[in-house]
């Protein structure tokens, strides 16, 4: 049996252009055949569309490499939650540029590794670019900032309580103060990393209340990290960041953290970029490139103030990163990850920076955050629909009037089953809410007045 070709080295462009081909008439055969922004039927009927297509997933003999990859591709693609598709604003799950895909098939055909500088040579030069460019958006003042690409929030978040918990190491357990609003995944990275379960100061309003905080910070000893939040999960609010960065200044033992995994790309806008202010004045700040970047997962960051910071995550593999190597000049990697292999994730994100700049970005953030005003506004027009609030970011939660929690969740899976609309849910008020997280920049009013014609329909079921 002839070898299969290989996607890299010289004739490598030539060897993949047919199956190319291939794979985007897959692509929009199989949207065709979804129609919609998921497919009908619910999980049941999927699993049977997936079990029909690929027969037996570990044959004998293979098929070739025209047909499965039409076949699979097809049938992924039919049974896909498209972000693409205006009507799928379920998540903070956002539709990748076609630039930013298209970068990323050319890491995937060069393929190095970020563990080692012979593994990764141009690409380790570009990561240490761009990642001290983005940290320079958070922490414009500081002398030395810089940043860790990570695969989204969750890993984010447990590097800047590691970097906490190891920069305390010699003062006592680092206590974590996160508010009632707060990411989940501060609660694993605590239990992963064998710290104190985080103290939840309350959010009554939806974000860290300042007066809680405040009594929270007297009553417990140091050292103490206070995770913030720049746009949460459910109604994408913002903590009052320049009184927690102030709070914790005049403690004097505590460190703060933002996980701005969802609102940091306000950076990019001009306009908007004041929502973060006291952004600057953390010691870490979290950012995911694959919610309001536009990137394909994953394109996550940790930035940090200072550099040094990361000195703690210096590690020593013989092969890798051998100490005469390294005084030899080869940069040492090991450093930049708890990861070993890893791939060059931050193409994409340096082919968009350049492509879009700091302004095109910005205006797709700009755009996002108009389509979310303008949603909330058909919310308030429509006699049978209420309004959370207001939109601070680009998620809107809404609901029928006088309609009860089962009914609300009842709308949104029967929109799911019959393939008609991606709506999320939230609990705010006490109450469930559809929520609506617009990150597509393509979406038109008439796309919005659809979600709210469906809703409204939805309650005559």
């Known amino acids: 049996m002839r070898a299969a070709p290989l996607a890299g080295g010289a004739p490598g462009p030539d060897r993949l252009r047919p199956l190319l081909d291939t794979v985007l008439d897959a692509l929009r055969t199989g949207a065709e055949d979804r129609g919609g922004p998921l497919p009908a039927g619910g999980p049941q009927a999927v699993a049977h569309q997936v079990r029909e297509a690929i027969g037996e997933a570990l044959p004998e003999d293979g098929t070739g490499a025209a047909e499965a990859l039409f076949t699979l591709v097809r049938a992924v693609t039919a049974g896909a939650a498209d972000p693409a598709h205006p009507l799928c604003a379920a998540h903070l799950h956002t539709p990748p540029l076609a630039l930013a895909a298209a970068a990323d098939l050319a890491a995937s055909v060069l393929n190095p590794s970020l563990d080692s500088w012979d593994q990764a040579p141009a690409a380790s030069a570009l990561e240490a670019l761009v990642t001290a460019a983005l940290a320079a958006e958070a922490f414009p003042a500081a002398p030395r900032p810089d940043g860790l690409v990570t695969t989204g929030g969750t890993e984010s978040n447990q590097l800047a309580l590691l970097l906490a918990r190891e920069r305390h190491e010699r003062h006592g357990t680092v206590q974590t103060l996160v508010g009632a609003n707060a990411h989940h995944s501060f609660r694993r990275a605590a239990w992963l990393l064998g710290l104190p379960e985080p103290v939840v100061v309350p959010a009554p309003s ?32 913002i903590d009052p960041l320049p009184e927690i960065a102030e709070l914790c200044a005049a403690h004097g033992n505590a460190d703060l953290h933002v996980d701005a995994a969802y609102g940091g790309p306000l950076l990019f806008s001009d306009r908007h970029r004041p929502l973060l202010a006291g952004l600057d004045r953390a010691r870490t700040v979290t950012v995911d490139l694959h919610k309001l970047g536009w990137q394909p997962a994953a394109a996550g960051l940790l930035a940090v103030r200072d550099a040094d910071d990361l000195a703690v995550l210096g590690h020593t593999a013989d092969y890798l990163n051998a100490d005469d190597d390294t005084d030899a000049g080869l940069p040492d990697l090991l450093g930049r990850s708890l990861r070993t292999t890893r791939r060059p994730d931050v193409l994409k994100t340096a082919v968009t920076l350049r492509a879009l700049g700091r302004s095109g970005l910005g205006a797709l953030v700009d755009a996002c955050m108009a389509l979310a005003e303008e949603l909330a506004a058909l919310v308030e027009k429509a006699p049978g629909l209420e309004l959370y609030a207001r939109p601070t970011l680009t998620t809107v939660l809404f609901r029928p009037y006088g309609a009860s929690d089962e009914a609300v969740a009842g709308i949104r899976r029967a929109l799911l089953a019959e393939g008609r609309a991606v709506l999320g849910r939230a609990a705010a008020d006490g109450r469930l809410w559809l929520k609506a997280t617009l990150l597509n920049p393509h979406a038109t009013p008439g796309d919005l007045a659809q979600i709210i014609s469906l809703v409204e329909g939805g309650t005559d079921r």
């Open 206 to 237: 939806g974000t860290m209340d300042p007066a809680a905080l405040a009594q929270a910070l007297t009553e417990l000893p140091g050292p103490l990290l206070v995770a913030a939040t720049a746009g949460t999960t459910d109604a994408g609010l």
